[in-house]
């Protein structure tokens, strides 16, 4: 790192030099690694069991809010039992007897004296067929009674079992049967029938207030939906060979314009749009916005499958292999304690000036350290420059607890065992072609005076260490998909002849482009109206949409107890809906950023102007840990439980106490899904980045690290580093500890001067000319690939044959037929004709 141009500003930045040369002889690396290191200075390197900087632990067990780890594993989806207990409100509980009592009065009538689960395959399947002939009368009662009927089935037929687990096994045969019969194509038709029902639509508009009771039949078939798609996704190795065959065939289907020309999740899509637009109020959005998810995540795959992907394209690509498998890497990590709060800084500030006289007593001990310390600079001036004012500061609150003591405290001496040093920092760093090109240019004009344009080879004349500094970047150079991607793109926009047509893999993904390409930027605005609405920060409005159109009964709680259980209700659904959005969101911006760059950047402009980083950003302006271990869920009224067991009666001292668990499983899922997509929003994008500055993210990001998850602070930190640069030296003195952590968890591209800011401080802020230049090429892409109408006809194919023109079939106007003798005596046999001319 030290040999590719990274100064390190000893007069700025005393205190992170001294660490990152104790990181370098930890690590065995640059100059640092012969240099031996005392007690004093060992004590200055990353506790491993702490996953932080050690300073003196009275610092730290002062300065730092305990607060526990938590042992979360992100992945796509929660458990199986809760995600299936999300799918209903507390206050749909009344409705299980009743989908029970409709199928008993259905399959009475037909098998009066057995069970389900006493019936053989050939007995199921005729129930089942039946059901769905059922599903075709006209008359809506009973449609809906017959449709109830399926949703038992689909719920595991509970009041024949006697446990959860065997719950569980009867929906999955009873839901691969009704898949196998035909089932899930009726419900999408009905679906679109109920969608295009203006009488409901007009009838719920005109309503003061919308309950449970005005989306009925909606309800009935999502949860059918829902609970097929979450069913059949889960992947069982247990399952029969011809459950695997209609498992792929169903996933195709999916993902396939074969319902009503669309993937269903373009008809899910326009379903949010018109809850929006207000001309359906009446929509059961949470449960809208749940299959939504799973169907994108069923079709496309999730946060495994695109690593799978990635992998097999970057070979496809030619391209080397990754440097490291990224899950397995964050899994890996362990959390950083998190800064001070502020009631801890005050206590800090008040004991640090009771012992600030304290530090001339000892001024021998000082004059020691200061002789043994082999990296502290020589320059006297570093005082007066830290004394400087704050360089372009923009955030004011300082944190003089993070700041380094000049003398540490007497630390007793550890056993010679119990050191214990990390072995490494967790990821290869990586350089852009870009950056190569960028110190080249910049070395050639240092020291010979001139340049040379995309030439990376041309070493001639640079001294000897640039060399090796060259060889190091080329080391670690990582071409990304989306880098070859642009570059063929340009390719396709220069010479189009030559090139050729592309062709396009009809890949999942890409049907699912095609299919919101016109209606995308609609369809994000759409889904942040929702989240602001669902978000605990926002504050009732009048002009915003109602999304408790699927919780609020139709007669409001009289009771305290009735209360309580509505507002625990009423914070679960809005916590879903965040969750379901945020992983939708995150879903589509990968897969679209793996399938072509453009189609990503495409989704995330509109997200930007649609003003998702101001969103994000005052979601997380809260207090994050109350968020995060909230308890808005009553255990006992979850489904499965709640239809296999016998209730306990409910207390308002039982409500208040929620479960047992330490953390919400759904929020820090919700809130890790959120800091991607920001992440994602502003990645290499100066102008984005410079959004976050303004908007004062720092503070807000910082009291996000109090959660101890180590996924979590990573995205967070990363977050953080992009605009440290621009936050001023203040700020960076102000927060060592957290621009340690950025260092010891962060990837880091070598010759990126993010501690510093020495030579971007000044660059220019256009906003709109980056977004301008970078819309351009979106709509360039999307007018090539997608748009055939308006291909420019210089470059379509001509016709030269003359029997082959004059044999095309030419459709006249009504009127020019009518006409047509006028036609022939005004322009053939009233002109004259030289036909000797005409046939040279």
């Known amino acids: ?142 449609r809906l009674k017959v449709a109830r009927a399926i949703l038992y089935m689909a719920q595991g037929m509970f009041a024949d079992c006697g446990s959860e687990a065997e719950v569980q096994h009867w929906m999955r045969y009873n839901i691969f049967l009704l898949l196998d019969v ?63 065959i209609i498992r792929e065939t169903f996933r195709a289907e999916l993902g396939s314009p074969l319902f009503n020309n669309e993937p269903i999740s373009v ?57 490291e498998d990224s899950i397995r890497v964050i899994r890996s990590m362990r959390a950083a304690s998190p800064p001070a709060s502020a009631s801890d800084l005050i206590e800090q500030q008040q004991k640090r000036a009771r012992r600030e006289h304290k530090a001339l007593i000892k001024q021998d001990n000082l004059d020691a350290f200061n002789e043994k310390d082999p990296y502290k600079p020589d320059d006297s001036r570093d005082d007066d420059e830290d004394n400087d004012d704050n360089d372009n500061s923009i955030e004011a609150e300082t944190f003089p607890l993070e700041r380094d003591e000049v003398m540490p405290l007497p630390i007793p001496h550890l056993p010679a065992e119990r050191v214990s040093l990390p072995k490494g ?21 240092k020291f010979i005076g001139y340049t040379l344009r995309n030439d990376t080879d041309t070493v001639v004349g640079l001294p ?65 109206k929702i989240l602001l609405a669902a978000a605990p920060t926002s504050k009732a409005k009048t002009d915003s949409i109602n999304i408790l159109a699927d919780v609020l009964p139709e007669e409001m709680p009289t009771t305290v107890l009735q209360s309580m259980k509505l507002g625990v209700d009423v914070n679960r659904h809005k916590e879903i ?100 997509i920001l992440n994602k929003l502003t990645k290499w994008k100066h102008s984005r980045t410079m959004m976050l500055v303004v908007f004062k993210s720092a503070p807000i990001l910082k009291r996000a ?33 957290t621009m340690s952590a950025i260092y010891q968890k962060v990837r880091h591209r070598l010759n990126d001067d993010w501690a510093y800011g020495n030579d971007l401080d000044a660059r220019p802020w256009d906003f709109q000319a980056e977004e301008c230049a970078l819309r351009a090429n979106i709509e360039r892409f999307n007018s090539r690939r997608y748009d055939k109408s308006h291909s420019n006809p210089d470059f379509l194919p001509v016709d030269n044959c003359l029997q082959s023109v004059l044999g095309q079939r030419v459709d006249l106007p009504e009127d ?16 004259p004709i030289s036909w000797e001319e005409l046939l040279q």
């Open 1 to 142: 790192v030290t040999s590719v141009d990274l100064k390190l500003s000893r007069m700025t930045y005393r205190p992170l030099a001294r660490r990152y040369c104790a990181l370098n002889a930890m690590d065995g690396g640059g100059n640092g690694g012969a240099l031996p290191l005392n007690n004093k200075q060992r004590n200055m390197l990353p506790n491993k069991s702490r996953g932080e900087f050690a300073r003196n632990p009275r610092k730290d067990s002062e300065g730092l809010s305990e607060s526990p780890d938590f042992e979360f594993e992100y992945a796509d989806t929660d458990k199986w039992a809760a995600e299936l207990s999300e799918l209903y409100s507390y206050t749909e509980g009344p409705e299980f007897a009743l989908n029970r009592k409709c199928f008993e009065v259905e399959f009475r009538a037909h098998v009066p004296d057995e069970k389900w689960t006493e019936l053989d395959a050939e007995q199921h399947r005729a129930h089942a067929m039946r059901l769905l002939d059922g599903l075709e009368v006209t008359a809506r009662e009973k």
């Open 182 to 244: 035909g089932t899930f194509s009726a419900l999408v038709e009905l679906l679109n029938m109920e969608i295009d029902n203006s009488a409901a639509c007009s009838s719920a508009v005109r309503k003061p207030a919308i309950s449970l009771a005005d989306s009925t039949d909606l309800r009935v078939l999502l949860n059918i939906m829902y609970l097929m798609v979450e069913t059949i996704q889960q992947d069982d190795p247990t399952d029969r060979p011809e459950w695997k």
């Open 267 to 323: 008809m899910l899509f326009s379903m949010v749009t018109k809850f929006c637009s207000g001309h359906a109020p009446h929509f059961p959005m949470k449960k809208v916005l749940l299959l939504l998810w799973k169907s994108i995540l069923f079709t496309l795959g999730g946060f495994e499958q695109l690593q799978n992907i990635k992998v097999h394209k970057r070979e496809e690509l030619a391209l080397p292999p990754l440097p």
């Open 425 to 445: 920092l967790p990821w290869a760093p990586k350089v852009r072609e870009k950056d190569i090109e960028n110190f080249l240019e910049s070395s050639r004009s």
């Open 464 to 528: 000897r260490p640039i060399h090796e500094s060259i060889k190091t970047l080329k080391q670690h150079k990582y071409v990304s998909i989306a880098e070859i991607q642009i570059t063929k793109e340009e390719e396709y926009q220069k010479t189009p002849l030559s090139v050729g047509e592309e062709e396009v893999e009809m890949s999942s993904t890409e049907l699912l482009y095609q299919g919101i390409l016109p209606s995308l930027p609609q369809y994000m605005i759409a889904l942040l």
């Open 577 to 676: 809906i965040v969750k379901a959005i945020s992983a939708i969101l995150l879903l589509l911006l990968k897969h679209f950023k793996l399938n072509h760059v453009y189609q990503f950047e495409y989704m995330a402009q509109h997200l930007v102007f649609a003003n998702c980083i101001p969103l994000i950003l005052k979601f997380f302006n809260q207090n994050i840990m109350s968020y995060i271990t909230a308890k808005n869920s009553i255990s006992v009224l979850d489904f499965p439980y709640c239809v296999v067991h016998e209730l306990p009666e409910l207390t308002a001292e039982s409500l208040e106490a929620g479960d047992n668990n330490q953390f919400c499983w759904r929020n820090l899922f919700s809130c890790i899904n959120l800091l991607r």
């Open 705 to 737: 690290l109090k959660v101890k998850q180590a996924m979590m602070q990573l995205y967070v930190l990363k977050l953080l580093k992009v605009q440290t640069k621009y936050l001023g030296r203040q700020w960076r003195k102000s927060n060592m500890k």
């Open 816 to 831: 020019f037929q009518m006409n047509y003798d006028l036609w022939l005596e005004r322009e053939v046999f009233s002109k």
